[in-house]
Every structure is written in C-alpha cells, then in structure tokens.
C-alpha cells in the first residue's frame, strides 16, 4: 500500500510540474518568409512580394534606417494571405532595405518567426530628357537633362527596334557623341536612366526618345538658293534675281570671242553653228523690259517645279533637292545656246550674218516666274 501511494504522488508531482511549463515552450515558431527576388519599383515606392507561409497569422516589414542604423517597423499585415506589400512615400533613385518577420497568434500572444534575409531594392530614377542636339555631316551629339540616377543607357533606332548603343556609369555625364553616320540622313534615338540595388539590380526610368538629322553634305550657294526659291515656286526677290541674272549672263560671257559655236537647250538637243564673225557679247543691263526686247524667244518656265521638287526631296534628301535645282539651273543657262541659235537662224533668213555677231543683251523676269533671254534684236 505504501509503495502505491508513492508511486500516485509522484506522477501527481510530474502532472503538476508538466503544467507548470510555459505555454511557448511546446509551440514552434513560423518560418523566416522567402522574399522574391524580383520586385516593381517606381519613382517613389517599392512593392515586395513573398511566399506564404502555411499556419501563421500575419507578416511584419520592416525597412532599415540608415540615419539611425536601425531596422523600423513600417507595416504589420494581420493576414496570412497577404503576401506582398508596397512601400510608398520614397525618394527616387535611392536605395532601401527590408526584411519581413512571420508571426502567429498563440493564447492571445504573438509568436515571431525569425527575419527574412534582408532585401535590397532601389526606387526608380525620373526619367531622363534629350536637349538641343549638336549635328555635323556624319555625326550627332545627343545632350540631356542630368538626374539623380546610377547611369543612363542610350539606344539607337535599327530595323525598327532600338539597340543599345552605350551604358553611361556616371549620373553626372550630360552628352554623348554618336560618328560615322550618314550625311543628310535621320536617326531616332532613346536614353533610359537607371538606378541600381545593392546587389547591382537595375530600375531603369522611362525612356524618352529624339529623332535628329544629319548635316547635308550640299552646300547651298546664294545662287542655289535664289534657284531653289523660283522651283519652290515663290516670286524671286530683287536680290534673288540679280543673282540669277549674273550666274547666266557669266555663262553667256563664255561664247564671248568665238564663232564656231556647240550649243545645247539643256535637254539633250545639240547644235553646231558658226558665226561669219567672233562674237561680241555686250550686256545691257537698261534692257529691261520683256514685252519690248524678248525678240529671240529663248526663256525657261519655272511654274509647276515645286511638285517636282517635293518629290525629289522625298526621294533623295537634300541631297536629291540640290541635284534638282541643279539641273534647272543647268536649263536656265542655256537659254543663252537657244538664243545664239535662234539668232542665227533668223539673221541667216534675212540675209543678215554679217552684223549678228555684235550681241546686246540681258536677262530679265517676267511675272510668271519665266527667265528670258534680252536684246536690242
């Protein structure tokens, strides 16, 4: 009877030291919650995600101060199924670090799971802006707005997708030189900035884009433009036409002391003639009037160029345009051929070669954009 009445006391003994335990000695803590490695980011906020974690009750984030050195508890999430969280309110282009604690309610108390293993981000950088461009004939400097940023990553439009072209590792660096390019020729260009984590993730801004052309490798003259201004159809100023008039009176000079003559309209029609004399061009810049002096009917007819002057712009650049004008140029000159042949075709009727050497002429406008060639007869 003795010996079992000891043996009661002592599991009453047990039971009771049993019961005596505190509650959180037989309950396991929740895990340490498995951050993404992936995570969005705007200028100002940061959205992590994580794996849920099965029997628990919340989540806690935590961010890392660096003015203080701590971690700070920036949101407690009171579910199991919330699995990610946004923090919002940050600066751009700066670096954060989080870690995320798991817990779960046991007899009214919170259990904590260990931290997460600490998670490096960085919000997005504001977006890059091109400035004023500086083009050469076979390059383009591309200049932007600095911003607060790791580097920026330039891309250049080919085959319809933008390729990149450079990665620039310093937020202060403002330009960039692209050569070897074609004259007279567009190029569209991107430029995203960027900003990078700790463990070298980048955030890249939007990219903002620019489209920049080439010099032309032409150089129009004052006279290039004067032609330019009469195929594009406008009425040529004063200026304008003393240029035209001196580029074709100088063509003309070249016939000046010679009888035997090969002439061209401009067009591909040839002809040779000869004067019984030398020539002797004398300009006569008081023959003005059209009406009164156009005897020989040599003119060019600048109206209606404008279209085809457009299309070859469309065709060829600039470079199509000045090959153009050019050849109008070439036809206007040689108003001076038609009339040396035309004068000696009606002096030749009347008999009358011997005097058609001595020549007084000039060129002059009429008022529908013709040129035509002047003189006394």
Same mark, same amino acid.
């Given at each position: 009877?003795?010996k079992l009445l000891a ?49 628990v009750s919340g989540y ?28 919002? $309110? ?22 904590? !799971? ?12 504001s977006a890059a802006k ?20 790791? !580097? ?6 080919? &085959? ?89 009176? &100088? ?5 000046? !002391? ?45 109206? !209606? ?11 060829? $650049? ?45 060129? $002059? ?13």
């Amino acid at each position: 009877m003795k010996k079992l009445l000891a043996a009661l006391s002592a599991s009453v003994i047990m039971l009771a030291s049993a019961s005596a335990l505190p509650a959180s000695a037989a309950v396991s803590k929740p895990a340490a919650p498995q951050v993404e490695n992936a995570y969005s980011a705007s200028t100002g906020a940061v959205r992590l995600k994580w794996a849920k974690i099965k029997g628990v009750s919340g989540y806690r984030v935590y961010r890392y101060d660096s003015s203080t050195k701590k971690w700070k508890t920036i949101k407690t999430i009171g579910r199991s199924s919330t699995t990610e969280y946004r923090d919002s $309110g940050l600066s751009p282009a700066t670096k954060y670090k989080y870690k995320i604690k798991a817990y779960k309610r046991v007899n009214g108390k919170a259990v904590w !799971g260990s931290a997460s293993t600490a998670k490096n981000t960085t919000t997005k950088p504001s977006a890059a802006k091109f400035s004023k461009s500086s083009v050469t004939k076979t390059s383009i400097t591309l200049n932007w707005n600095p911003v607060k940023c790791s !580097g920026y990553t330039l891309y250049q439009k080919k &085959d319809s997708k933008y390729t990149k072209i450079t990665d620039i590792k310093d937020m202060n660096v403002s330009s960039f030189e692209i050569k070897n390019l074609q004259p007279d020729t567009e190029y569209s260009f991107k430029i995203k900035a960027y900003a990078r984590d700790l463990d070298l993730t980048r955030q890249y801004a939007s990219g903002n884009t620019r489209s920049q052309s080439t010099k032309s490798a032409v150089t129009w003259s004052k006279t290039m433009l004067a032609y330019k201004s009469m195929c594009e159809g406008k009425r040529p100023t004063s200026e304008e036409q003393e240029l035209i008039r001196n580029d074709i009176l &100088d063509y003309a000079m070249k016939f000046n !002391g010679q009888k035997n003559l090969h002439l061209s309209d401009g067009y591909g029609s040839t002809w040779d003639i000869s004067y019984p004399h030398p020539l002797e061009m004398i300009i006569r810049r008081d023959l003005t009037d059209v009406e009164e002096n156009a005897h020989m009917d040599a003119h060019d007819q600048y109206d !209606g160029l404008d279209v085809l002057l457009k299309e070859a712009y469309r065709e060829g $650049g600039e470079q199509g345009a000045y090959n153009f004008v050019k050849e109008c140029r070439y036809t206007s000159q040689h108003i001076i051929d038609c009339a040396l042949r035309n004068r000696y075709e009606i002096r030749e009727l009347h008999n009358s070669l011997e005097s058609a050497h001595i020549i007084n002429f000039n060129i $002059g406008f009429d008022e529908y954009n013709n040129i035509w060639f002047l003189s006394e007869g």
